[in-house]
C-alpha cells in the first residue's frame, strides 16, 4: 500500500488476508518491562547540539539491523522539549511510504501528523521485519524502546508526550504499545487495527483512538471494536454502544466516552472499507489531502498539554504590564472580543474584527492578569484545567485562574492549566469561541499584542 488510495491496494490486502489472519490466530502475549517516565522532565538531548538528522538511519536491535526514518521539525531548538510521534507501516508498507505519504504527498506524511503538528513534533518511521509487525518475542516492542532511548539521548523529549499510531498490521503494532508501554506512551491511534503484534499487560490505561470502516473485508470492525473495549475498561469508561453510520451515507460518526480523567476513549467508526483516509461526501474514497482522520487525530493527541513552557516568565519574575492594548489573532488576524459589549459575569470570549472599542481593549498587569473595563478579568471557566474549558470574563480575584503568561513564543497560557489561549476548531470566523487546549504551536493558539 504505497499509495493510500484503496482502489488501487484492496486486492494486494485481500491476497494478503490468510497471512493477516494466520498472525492474528497465532499473536500470543509478549513478556517485556516498559520504563516509566511519569514525569515530564529534560532529556539527555535537551541543550545538546544534535547528532541525528533527517532522513533514513539504521539502529542495532535484538542482534538485528532495523531502520528508521526521522523527521526533526524545522527551526528545531535544543531548549524546548517535543512531542514524540511512532508511525507504523501496514503489512507489506514500508517506513518510506509512511514518510513520504505516498501519493497524497507531504500533507500525508505520517498518517498527516507532518503538517497538522505544524513543526511542533519529532517524528519517527519504523521499518518493520518483513514489511510487518509480528513482534515476535516481542522484538518490535524493543526496537521501539531503542528507538526511544536513542531519540532521548540525542534530542529534546518532552516525556510525558510519546504517542504512537499506525494502520491495518501498524494499528496492531499501536495496539501492542498500548497494551505494554502504557506508561511510556501517553495515547495511541489505531486505523483499522486488531490484535496482531500480541499485548503483553493489556490492564494499564492509556488514552486509546479508534478509527474503522464498517465494511472492512481485510480486519472487520468487530476486531477494531474489541480493541477500542479494552481500553473502555482500562479506563474506567462509562460502557455505550456507539453509533454507527449506514452503508451508503459517506460519511463517520464520532463517539467520545465518559472516562476517568487524563484517560480518554475515542472512536470513529466510517462508512468504507480498509483504509487510514476516508472522506466524508465521497464513498470509497481514500485520499491523504481530503481525509479527516488526520484532523481527527491530531486533535486527540494534542489535548494533552505539555508542561510548563521553557519560554514562560517564571512565577517569581513579574512581567511588564502592557496597557489598553489589543489581543490579535495569528491565524485570524481578529481580535479577543466580549460579546456584544456584555460585562456580565461568565460571557464567553470570541474573535471578532477588531474595531477598537473597549470590549476589545485589554491591560496585562504585574499580577499577571488580562483586564477589560478596567474591572473584569480574563477567566478559566468554573476555574476549569481541562481542554475545551471556557474562557469567560469575570469579577478580577486574584485567584490562578484569572493569571496568564505573555509568552515570547506568542501563545498566551494559563497559570493554573499550563493551557493555551485556543481559537476552537481552528476556525478564523467572526463569533469563534475562545477556549483553553493544550499546547500544540498551531497558529491558532497564536497571539500579539498591538497599542
Same mark, same amino acid.
Given at each position: 500500500?504505497?499509495?493510500?488510495?484503496?482502489?488501487?491496494?484492496?486486492?494486494?490486502?485481500?491476497?494478503?488476508?490468510?497471512?493477516?489472519?494466520?498472525?492474528?490466530?497465532?499473536?500470543?502475549?509478549?513478556?517485556?518491562?516498559?520504563?516509566?517516565?511519569?514525569?515530564?522532565?529534560?532529556?539527555?538531548?535537551?541543550?545538546?547540539?544534535?547528532?541525528?538528522?533527517?532522513?533514513?538511519?539504521?539502529?542495532?536491535?535484538?542482534?538485528?539491523?532495523?531502520?528508521?526514518?526521522?523527521?526533526?521539525?524545522?527551526?528545531?531548538?535544543?531548549?524546548?522539549?517535543?512531542?514524540?510521534?511512532?508511525?507504523?507501516?501496514?503489512?507489506?508498507?514500508?517506513?518510506?511510504?509512511?514518510?513520504?505519504?505516498?501519493?497524497?504527498?507531504?500533507?500525508?506524511?505520517?498518517?498527516?501528523?507532518?503538517?497538522?503538528?505544524?513543526?511542533? &513534533?519529532?517524528?519517527?518511521?519504523?521499518? =518493520?521485519? *518483513?514489511?510487518?509487525?509480528?513482534? /515476535?518475542?516481542?522484538? +518490535?516492542?524493543?526496537? %521501539?524502546?531503542?528507538?526511544?532511548?536513542?531519540?532521548?539521548?540525542?534530542?529534546?523529549?518532552?516525556?510525558?508526550?510519546?504517542?504512537?499510531?499506525?494502520?491495518?498490521?501498524?494499528?496492531?503494532?499501536?495496539?501492542?504499545?498500548?497494551?505494554?508501554?502504557?506508561?511510556?506512551?501517553?495515547?495511541?491511534?489505531?486505523?483499522?487495527?486488531?490484535?496482531?503484534?500480541?499485548?503483553?499487560?493489556?490492564?494499564?490505561?492509556?488514552?486509546?483512538?479508534?478509527?474503522?470502516?464498517?465494511?472492512?473485508?481485510?480486519?472487520?470492525?468487530?476486531?477494531?471494536?474489541?480493541?477500542?473495549?479494552?481500553?473502555?475498561?482500562?479506563?474506567?469508561?462509562?460502557?455505550?454502544?456507539?453509533?454507527?453510520?449506514?452503508?451508503?451515507?459517506?460519511?463517520?460518526?464520532?463517539?467520545?466516552?465518559?472516562?476517568?480523567?487524563?484517560?480518554?476513549?475515542?472512536? &470513529?467508526?466510517?462508512?468504507?472499507?480498509? =483504509?487510514? *483516509?476516508?472522506?466524508?461526501?465521497? /464513498?470509497?474514497?481514500? +485520499?491523504?489531502?481530503? %481525509?479527516?482522520?488526520?484532523?481527527?487525530?491530531?486533535?486527540?493527541?494534542?489535548?494533552?498539554?505539555?508542561?510548563?513552557?521553557?519560554?514562560?516568565?517564571?512565577?517569581?519574575?513579574?512581567?511588564?504590564?502592557?496597557?489598553?492594548?489589543?489581543?490579535?489573532?495569528?491565524?485570524?488576524?481578529?481580535?479577543?472580543?466580549?460579546?456584544?459589549?456584555?460585562?456580565?459575569?461568565?460571557?464567553?470570549?470570541?474573535?471578532?474584527?477588531?474595531?477598537?472599542?473597549?470590549?476589545?481593549?485589554?491591560?496585562?498587569?504585574?499580577?499577571?492578569?488580562?483586564?477589560?473595563?478596567?474591572?473584569?478579568?480574563?477567566?478559566?471557566?468554573?476555574?476549569?484545567?481541562?481542554?475545551?474549558?471556557?474562557?469567560?470574563?469575570?469579577?478580577?480575584?486574584?485567584?490562578?485562574?484569572?493569571?496568564?503568561?505573555?509568552?515570547?513564543?506568542?501563545?498566551?497560557?494559563?497559570?493554573?492549566?499550563?493551557?493555551?489561549?485556543?481559537?476552537?476548531?481552528?476556525?478564523?470566523?467572526?463569533?469563534?469561541?475562545?477556549?483553553?487546549?493544550?499546547?500544540?504551536?498551531?497558529?491558532?493558539?497564536?497571539?500579539?499584542?498591538?497599542?
Amino acid at each position: 500500500m504505497k499509495a493510500f488510495p484503496l482502489r488501487r491496494h484492496v486486492p494486494r490486502w485481500l491476497a494478503a488476508l490468510g497471512v493477516i489472519a494466520a498472525i492474528f490466530a497465532a499473536a500470543t502475549a509478549m513478556t517485556t518491562t516498559a520504563t516509566p517516565s511519569a514525569f515530564a522532565a529534560p532529556t539527555a538531548g535537551c541543550g545538546k547540539s544534535p547528532t541525528l538528522s533527517n532522513g533514513a538511519h539504521t539502529i542495532q536491535s535484538s542482534g538485528q539491523s532495523r531502520s528508521y526514518i526521522l523527521r526533526i521539525p524545522d527551526g528545531y531548538s535544543n531548549t524546548r522539549p517535543y512531542r514524540l510521534i511512532f508511525a507504523y507501516h501496514w503489512r507489506g508498507g514500508t517506513m518510506n511510504d509512511v514518510a513520504s505519504g505516498g501519493t497524497s504527498g507531504s500533507s500525508w506524511s505520517y498518517y498527516g501528523m507532518q503538517a497538522q503538528s505544524n513543526n511542533s &513534533a519529532i517524528l519517527i518511521a519504523p521499518q =518493520g521485519i *518483513g514489511n510487518g509487525w509480528a513482534n /515476535s518475542n516481542g522484538q +518490535d516492542l524493543t526496537f %521501539t524502546d531503542d528507538l526511544i532511548r536513542l531519540i532521548e539521548n540525542d534530542l529534546c523529549v518532552d516525556t510525558t508526550q510519546l504517542f504512537a499510531m499506525g494502520f491495518s498490521y501498524g494499528g496492531g503494532m499501536s495496539y501492542a504499545i498500548a497494551c505494554a508501554r502504557a506508561t511510556v506512551f501517553r495515547a495511541v491511534v489505531v486505523y483499522s487495527g486488531a490484535q496482531l503484534s500480541g499485548c503483553s499487560g493489556g490492564t494499564q490505561p492509556i488514552a486509546y483512538f479508534g478509527i474503522h470502516g464498517i465494511s472492512d473485508t481485510v480486519l472487520n470492525i468487530s476486531l477494531g471494536r474489541s480493541l477500542r473495549d479494552t481500553f473502555v475498561r482500562n479506563n474506567g469508561c462509562a460502557a455505550q454502544s456507539p453509533r454507527e453510520p449506514t452503508p451508503g451515507s459517506a460519511t463517520h460518526i464520532m463517539t467520545t466516552y465518559s472516562c476517568r480523567a487524563g484517560y480518554p476513549v475515542q472512536w &470513529a467508526a466510517f462508512d468504507g472499507g480498509h =483504509g487510514p *483516509g476516508p472522506v466524508d461526501g465521497c /464513498s470509497g474514497c481514500e +485520499d491523504g489531502v481530503r %481525509t479527516w482522520t488526520k484532523g481527527e487525530a491530531w486533535r486527540f493527541i494534542s489535548q494533552f498539554g505539555y508542561g510548563p513552557s521553557p519560554s514562560s516568565p517564571p512565577a517569581s519574575s513579574p512581567p511588564p504590564s502592557r496597557s489598553n492594548v489589543t489581543i490579535v489573532g495569528g491565524q485570524s488576524g481578529r481580535c479577543l472580543d466580549v460579546p456584544g459589549s456584555s460585562t456580565t459575569n461568565g460571557t464567553q470570549l470570541q474573535l471578532w474584527d477588531c474595531h477598537g472599542g473597549t470590549n476589545q481593549r485589554w491591560t496585562y498587569t504585574t499580577g499577571r492578569q488580562l483586564t477589560v473595563y478596567g474591572n473584569k478579568c480574563l477567566d478559566a471557566s468554573g476555574q476549569g484545567t481541562s481542554n475545551g474549558t471556557a474562557t469567560v470574563i469575570w469579577d478580577c480575584s486574584g485567584q490562578p485562574n484569572q493569571q496568564w503568561n505573555v509568552n515570547a513564543n506568542g501563545t498566551i497560557t494559563g497559570v493554573q492549566s499550563g493551557l493555551c489561549l485556543d481559537a476552537s476548531g481552528n476556525a478564523t470566523a467572526n463569533g469563534t469561541r475562545i477556549q483553553l487546549w493544550g499546547c500544540h504551536g498551531g497558529t491558532n493558539q497564536q497571539w500579539t499584542l498591538r497599542n
